[in-house]
T-cell receptor, first 112, second 115 residues
Framework: GNSVTQMEGPVTLSEEAFLTINCTYT??????LFWYVQYPGEGLQLLLK?????DKGSNKGFEATYRKETTSFHLEKGSVQVSDSAVYFCALDHTGRRALTFGSGTRLQVQP | DAGVIQSPRHEVTEMGQEVTLRCKPISGHDYLFWYRQTMMRGLELLIYFNNNVPIDDSGMPEDRFSAKMPNASFSTLKIQPSEPRDSAVYFC?????????????FGPGTRLTVL
């Protein structure tokens, strides 16, 4: 079945450091891929998405490229801020269905 | 729009009691999802509805859990009887089929503690 694997956290970085959070997936068909972010005490919110191979999603300085050959969708940011501290979830949708499958989440802590 | 609204935000109850969680989706959205989040199991889909009809309830853990959507603006998730292992954060999310991609909008969650 479909699944999403994320690197385990927490990831602790200093402000202005480069961020990579790895995400790989297993899926039948051609799913869309998503990164959601959860700030403390809040629900998840969509950060970025890519709907087909080689698409690059971007938002708020974050980027991720849909790599079909490596079944990956790694999240990157060139310079993190303290306000980026949150839990990041990689997710995919199911062809023909509206449900999403989420990874386990990666907690990011950015220190000043 | 106010976003997805969930109530209560926090619930503390004793084992064996009935618990009802409530959700109001974003107006006009035709899909509604219930998720459970725990440290051990992460974010799990419990059930989702389309136009008030349950589509997939395979994630509902057992018969103690039930969900209803009597109209387009309201859904409930009920646990009866509750057990300590049900302690988790329960999220409701909604989405709109005509969006070009599958974006779900999440509520703030209900933190349930069963003593």
């Amino acid at each position: 079945g479909n699944s999403v694997t994320q690197m385990e956290g927490p990831v602790t970085l200093s402000e202005e450091a480069f961020l990579t959070i790895n995400c790989t997936y297993t899926a039948t068909g051609y799913p869309s891929l998503f990164w959601y972010v959860q700030y403390p005490g809040e629900g998840l919110q969509l950060l970025l998405k890519a709907t087909k191979a080689d698409d690059k999603g971007s938002n708020k300085g974050f980027e991720a490229t849909y790599r079909k050959e490596t079944t990956s969708f790694h999240l990157e940011k060139g310079s993190v801020q303290v306000s980026d501290s949150a839990v990041y979830f990689c997710a995919l949708d199911h062809t023909g269905r509206r449900a999403l499958t989420f990874g386990s989440g990666t907690r990011l802590q950015v220190q000043p | 729009d106010a976003g997805v609204i969930q109530s209560p935000r926090h619930e503390v109850t004793e084992m064996g009691q009935e618990v009802t969680l409530r959700c109001k989706p974003i107006s006009g959205h035709d899909y509604l999802f219930w998720y459970r989040q725990t440290m051990m199991r992460g974010l799990e889909l419990l059930i989702y509805f389309n136009n008030n009809v349950p589509i997939d309830d395979s994630g509902m853990p057992e018969d103690r859990f039930s969900a209803k959507m009597p109209n387009a603006s309201f859904s409930t998730l009920k646990i009866q009887p509750s057990e300590p292992r049900d302690s988790a954060v329960y999220f409701c999310a909604s989405s709109f089929v005509d969006r070009p991609y599958n974006e779900q909008f999440f509520g703030p969650g209900t933190r349930l503690t069963v003593l």
